[in-house]
């Protein structure tokens, strides 16, 4: 019953279901029934879980587990400032996750602030205003411009009554509503013209209406129930670091039972053994590998909110990163949200109308040269009848303004009134023509409304010389009916056969190019007619001209499309207007190529199953006259066919399908609670602009992850190969369990952190996205880990081994072995900052906080060897200058080996860019 098709039934069917009474209303008796058996109208919730637990909960992965047993182990070993840090880091990303999940849960709660708080009903007889919770199905809604519906009802009334439904179905402009017409039941949400929709507002007119469902089987409560419907996806860089951390700690302790074994077989103590093992556990496991992909990603929210992107989730920065497909909504996203006048015809010409928007800057063009309109008399004559017989209002932040403020002031301009009729009052505006200064010589005696049957309105004027005069505007072939003449710049003429064809043919002209086309004519009254108007006036008309506007879309969005498609995204836009027009626009933007892409309605989309869909669905870049159930339907397509789905919209339509895909973008200017509340970022300005800048963020980003996923591990592999090789070979422990502990610490905090926030390459949006099933170790980075882990392993060893073989000293053996490990890593730090350029081709100053971090880290290495207290800590001695020119040697070899390549490499390049002496 909640879903019943309330369109498809007539008013006195709806009346008899709902055992109702036009007249009477509801009893307060039969009220509190069916409040007992439907409930109050509002949106239901999730149970909702204690705080606390949901903290508890954070700590429930297998990473976090162990990093706990990590902080354990670090304090029974006495190394309490190990052990604070790893603290520290467990409990920020416990509250980051928890902050998450809180915000995610403020959806429902945005979304139940659409319901209105008040409505007027019809009960015991009498008008009565009621708090919107009390609504129940059978009320009789009474309906008034300014109103914002409570619940869902089928119209039984209607005065011409318009509903603004933008924010549930996409439509830019007010709805006509009709109240004695029933609809077929496959009718699309937005051509249910006899329905009107909790959530939307009335623009105009009066109604009455059946309250046929009420909080969650209203259509606003249907998309919350999807909301709640669609889980939570963990992100491919959060999937991606579970995977890798499991595999890590699994082979690091593995690893580590064979360096203890291995030890205590040899002889070794079993105490010195296990601790021994437990810290390489410690030091194996890259525990600082979350804390530094939090930093980075934190740091680059703040990049964005510079940029005014607003990362409600810190993985959504990376996934932007590896978009492949962005769904945008078309109206307010990549349009303007405003009715815009585009084209003029009149006296045999068509005028092309500058500007966009509301704004009252812009220009008259024919044939590309502009006109003074002033000394166009039938371009004057076509903007007057249009500014005249008109509603609307325009207002500069929001306050009706007069005379020369009105030139001052170019920007900040609305329309209060039907859209359609505020784009006639701005092209009249930027032609100097105001309906409040035409009304000064001028006094409207009389209007004949608009209504859908008629697809014409009428207004009645007289001027200072008692001449009176009848405007009209309507539907083109309405309007050409009625007119006997033809406005010229001479004067009225006939109206032939020939002309009327002409006119047609450039109404279809203007129709294909998705222009909603006004024609507007004109005629001389009596005083008599003038003071008793009705519609049998409007005829013997004089034609004066067509008007043709549209929505424009947002002039940086075609730029910014275009940088997408650069990048190898592919932009789709989906919207609940007419095919035609989305077309129109997706073609303007280049979003929609002839012959080359498809364009499919959401009927057509209800008649295909998912493998059809899924057969065509990369084809399609332009999805009209669609339902948020569509949507949901579009973004699960796309994400079966191993796409990354970025989806933009400021409706409470979009927040299901924001919600499902695997980034949700949300408009901030216009954009509805539900919505934001729903996504993973928000475009702070509304512009599709800031999505460019986030997808090269995002893929800067990753980039640095991977440059320190590099590092961490490189050196993470050294470090346990340096102690299994030596347990292998019967070598004495090249390092103490103290030592292993510092190494962790001063090699895989600052330096690591510092690669984070490394500069993007240049050339990073010049790449396609990445495979969305991208391992993060491809593009040959394993190799390259294991490589230089297995380098820096050796390069201990060997250092090792020759101190101890030539001068006969542990304690010195273990103190360059030591240094040698730090220093491998802080040579190695700078070649993790490229996968392609060698150090030498980077330019050292581009990231300061690298250089400071490493300057850093080797005072604190210094100081563990030189200072009396702390070398007794760490059981070290003071090196001769001889092995430091064997550690600094062997640990920076590449570097070296670089250098050289580099000298030559460029020599010859320099050598030809020198002048030569003749």
Not at 363 to 376: A, H, I, T
Not at 588 to 605: F, V
Not at 734 to 762: E, K, S, Y
Request: net charge neutral; charged share 20%; aromatic share 6%.
């Amino acid at each position: 019953m909640n879903r019943e098709k309330w369109y498809a039934r007539t008013p006195d069917e709806v009346v008899a279901f709902w055992q109702t009474n036009l007249f009477d209303g509801l009893s307060a008796s039969e009220v509190k029934n069916r409040l007992d058996k439907f409930g109050y109208n509002e949106l239901a919730e999730k149970e909702k879980t204690a705080w606390w637990k949901r903290f508890l909960a954070q700590f429930q992965d297998f990473m976090v587990l162990v990093l706990l047993g990590a902080t354990l182990i670090s304090a029974f070993l006495g190394e309490y400032a190990d052990a604070i840090t790893i603290l520290i880091i467990v409990l920020m990303n416990a509250v980051l996750g928890f902050i998450q999940e809180y915000r995610a849960e403020q959806s429902l709660a945005a979304l139940k602030k659409l319901a209105s708080p008040t409505a007027r009903v019809i009960r015991n007889s009498i008008v009565q205003q009621i708090p919107a919770r009390e609504l129940v199905p059978g009320d009789i809604l009474v309906l008034e411009a300014g109103d914002r519906l409570a619940a869902d009802g089928r119209l039984i009334d209607v005065n011409n009554l318009e509903v603004e439904e933008a924010a549930l179905t996409g439509e830019s402009t007010p709805v006509r509503k009709i109240a004695d017409r029933k609809f077929s039941e496959d009718a699309p949400l937005g051509d249910r013209k006899n329905m009107v929709f909790a959530g939307t507002s009335i623009v105009r007119g009066r109604g009455k209406a059946v309250v046929c469902a009420s909080g969650m089987a209203t259509e606003v409560g249907h998309i919350a129930g999807m909301i709640q419907a669609a889980a939570d996806e963990a992100t491919p860089l959060e999937r991606r670091l579970e995977h890798l951390g499991k595999w890590l700690v699994l082979g690091c302790l593995a690893i580590c039972l064979v360096v203890v074994i291995t030890g205590v077989a040899k002889g070794e103590s079993l105490f010195l053994m296990c601790m021994a093992g437990i810290s390489l556990a410690v030091a194996a496991i890259p525990e600082g590998l979350p804390a530094i992909v939090t930093v980075a990603l934190a740091l680059g929210v703040q990049r964005m909110i510079k940029q005014r992107a607003i990362i409600r989730k810190l993985p959504a920065v990376e996934t932007l990163g590896c978009t492949t497909v962005i769904c945008s909504d078309k109206t307010g996203t990549l349009t303007q949200n405003a009715m815009t006048v585009r084209q003029i015809f009149t006296d045999g010409n068509i005028y092309e109308i500058t500007g966009a928007g509301y704004d009252i800057k812009g220009s008259f063009l024919l044939n590309q040269q502009e006109v003074d309109v002033s000394k166009d008399k039938s371009l004057q004559q076509c903007l007057t009848i249009g500014a005249l017989c008109n509603n609307s209002v325009l207002k500069h932040n929001n306050v009706t303004i007069t005379g020369v403020w009105r030139k001052k002031n170019t920007s900040g301009w609305s329309i209060e009134g039907d859209p359609t009729e505020g784009a006639i009052i701005v092209a009249a505006a930027k032609a100097g023509i105001w309906q409040a200064e035409a009304e000064k010589t001028k006094k409207r005696l009389a209007e004949i409304p608009f209504e859908s049957e008629r697809r014409r309105m009428s207004v009645v004027y007289r001027d200072e010389s008692d001449i009176h005069t009848l405007y009209t505007k309507g539907a083109p072939d309405t309007i050409l009916e009625l007119c006997r003449y033809y406005q010229t710049a001479a004067g009225p003429a006939s109206l032939t056969a020939e002309r009327i064809a002409n006119i047609n043919l450039i109404n279809e002209q203007m129709a294909s190019q998705a222009l909603r086309v006004l024609a507007v004519a004109y005629r001389r009254l009596t005083r008599d007619q003038a003071h008793n108007p009705d519609e049998s006036l409007e005829n013997n008309l004089v034609f004066a001209g067509l008007i043709g506007m549209i929505d424009p879309p947002r002039e940086e969005v075609k730029s910014s499309i275009a940088l997408c498609r650069e990048a190898g995204i592919k932009t789709v836009m989906i919207t609940g207007d007419h095919k035609n027009t989305a077309i129109a626009i997706a073609q303007e933007l280049q979003i929609y190529k002839e012959n080359q892409n498809r364009a499919i309605t959401g009927k057509e989309l209800d008649a295909m199953s998912e493998s059809d869909l899924d057969a065509i669905v990369n084809s399609i870049t332009v999805y009209a006259r669609v339902s948020p159930a569509h949507k949901l339907r579009i973004v699960r397509a796309l994400k079966r066919q191993g796409h990354i789905v970025a989806m933009t919209g400021d409706g409470v339509n979009d927040a299901p399908a924001i919600k499902e895909a695997d980034i949700g973008v949300a408009m901030g200017l216009t954009g509805t609670d539900v919505t934001k509340e729903a996504s993973a970022m928000v475009l702070a300005d509304d512009n599709f602009a800031t999505i460019v800048a986030a997808v090269e963020e995002g893929r800067g980003i990753y980039e640095n992850i991977r440059k320190f996923i590099r590092y961490l591990l490189s050196c993470n592999i050294g470090e346990v190969l340096t102690m299994f090789l030596a347990a292998l070979l019967g070598l004495p422990m090249p390092l103490l369990p103290v030592q292993i502990l510092w190494v962790n610490l001063v090699t895989d905090g600052l330096p690591a952190m510092a690669l984070g926030i490394d500069p993007n390459d240049p050339n990073i949006m010049r790449r396609p996205p990445r495979p969305p099933g991208e391992s993060v170790f491809s593009r040959g980075l394993s190799r390259k880990i294991i490589g230089r882990g297995i380098q820096i392993g050796l390069s201990t060893l060997f250092v090792f081994n020759v101190v101890y073989y030539f001068q006969n000293d542990l304690a010195l053996a273990r103190t360059a072995a030591f240094a040698t490990l730090v220093y491998c890593q802080m040579f190695h730090v700078f070649d993790c900052r490229s996968e392609t350029s060698t150090i030498f081709e980077l330019k050292f100053t581009s990231n300061k906080y690298l250089l400071m971090a490493v300057i850093f880290s080797t005072i604190m290495q210094l100081s563990v060897m030189y200072i009396p207290f702390l070398s007794s800590i760490f059981s070290t001695v003071p090196l001769s200058l001889g092995n430091w020119a064997l550690i600094l040697t062997v640990s920076g070899w590449t570097l070296i080996v670089n250098a050289f390549k580099h000298l030559f490499t460029h020599r010859p390049a320099r050598r030809a860019a020198l002048p030569q002496n003749r």
